[in-house]
């Protein structure tokens, strides 16, 4: 049962969707938001409700129909960044590991929220109420794919693709993988993508298919093994899947590949989910966090968060970026030469 703590019969918790975002940060806004809500017995609104990429194959209640100009109270979600050697990125803006805001939680009169809203604390006791909030039309509802023996594994793209510290390695799909073959000797993979071309790239031997968004999504929901990406896309499919036994996502999420411990962001970390680290090791959510506290203690970045970096500090990091996010990738190209070079491979004309 919902609490009715709010200050006012009025109260109004809502949220804009913004032009931009995928399927997966509009969920997230509007899933929260309403969680938020719901937890104090408000009304609860979705401004640009129009926007919502989902609307033609759920049917989603959004709340009173509200202009932005009823909200006089405005809240931005907290956020943390570390400013960091790992990515031209982090060194810039700084790598987004933000937790939970408390104070988020604890909102009591008429507000008009914005962030990511992506910590499970804001909505993960209401989870049976999602399900219902999130259902998918029947006419939607992929279940051609959902079976005992196929792993449903979810690349992410786009513009993933061109930022080598956030499009995962071929390394994390194969330990997966083999994690999956662990549980049953006869499992399946199919990939479902927004970009098959990348997809074709890093894991060619596994079929892979885009389907409309509806037909993504739902086939997702309804699988009984997951490996995804550190993309919002698949999390809601897979929160509300009656189906899903053992769902494998990248330890570290956005910086997976090249993370000493911290996470982008700490709000990724969710309980049904097991994490996979670069060595190939699975970790329960416990036990992640139960790491990141530790890591926090010790940490040098988390004793300047939001410090950007200046002087030798800045131009150390450049060189350190390139080498951690591209250092990998040059060994393996000057390791191929070299065994070119010994077959006889290549003539001098050509090098």
């Known amino acids: 049962m919902a609490s ?41 609104a979705i401004l640009n409700r129009e926007i919502l990429d989902c609307m033609y194959f ?26 960091i050697g790992n990515s031209r990125h982090d060194i810039e803006h700084g790598c987004y590991i933000t937790g939970a805001d408390k104070n988020l939680c604890a909102l009591n009169q008429t507000t008009l929220l914005y962030g990511n809203m992506q910590d499970e604390s804001y909505f993960g006791k209401y989870k049976e109420e999602i399900k219902a909030w ?14 005992e023996n196929l792993c449903i594994i979810n690349i992410r793209g786009g513009e993933y693709t061109s930022n080598p510290e956030l499009f995962l390695r071929r390394r994390y799909w194969l330990d997966a993988m083999e994690i999956m073959r662990r549980q049953r000797s006869d499992m399946q993979f199919m990939v479902v993508t927004d970009d098959l071309a990348a997809a074709k790239r890093i894991l060619p031997e596994v079929e892979a298919y885009h389907f409309d968004l509806a037909g993504d999504y739902t086939v997702i929901k309804n699988a009984h093994y997951l490996i995804l990406s550190n993309s919002t896309f698949a999390f809601f499919p897979a929160f509300t899947s009656e189906t899903v036994r053992l769902i494998i996502a990248p330890k570290y999420w956005a910086r997976h590949n090249v993370s000493d411990g911290y996470w982008a962001s700490e709000q990724n970390i969710y309980s049904n989910y097991r994490y996979l680290d670069r ?14 506290d530790k890591y926090r203690q010790k940490s040098p970045y988390y004793k300047r968060i939001g410090k950007r970096l200046e002087g030798m500090a800045l131009m150390t990091a450049y060189i350190r ?21 010994k077959r006889g491979g290549y003539d001098k004309e050509q090098l």
Do not use: W
């Open 58 to 83: 759920m049917e989603l209640d959004c709340g009173r129909v509200l202009e932005r100009a009823y909200f006089g109270e405005v809240y931005h979600e907290r956020e943390d960044r570390i400013y």
């Open 321 to 341: 970026s390139r080498s951690l996010i591209y250092g990998d990738l040059l060994v393996r190209a000057v390791r191929s030469l070299k065994r070119r070079l």
């Open 4 to 44: 009715t703590n709010c200050a006012e019969r009025d109260t109004v918790i809502a949220t804009e969707l913004l032009k931009g975002q995928g399927l997966g940060n509009q969920l997230f806004c509007y899933v929260t938001t309403r969680a938020l809500a719901y937890d104090k017995g408000c009304d609860f």
């Open 134 to 147: 999130l259902k998918v039309k029947p006419q939607y509802d992929c279940m051609e794919y959902s079976r």
């Open 279 to 292: 060595k190939g090791a699975l970790f329960t959510a416990k036990e992640c966090r139960e790491e990141l």
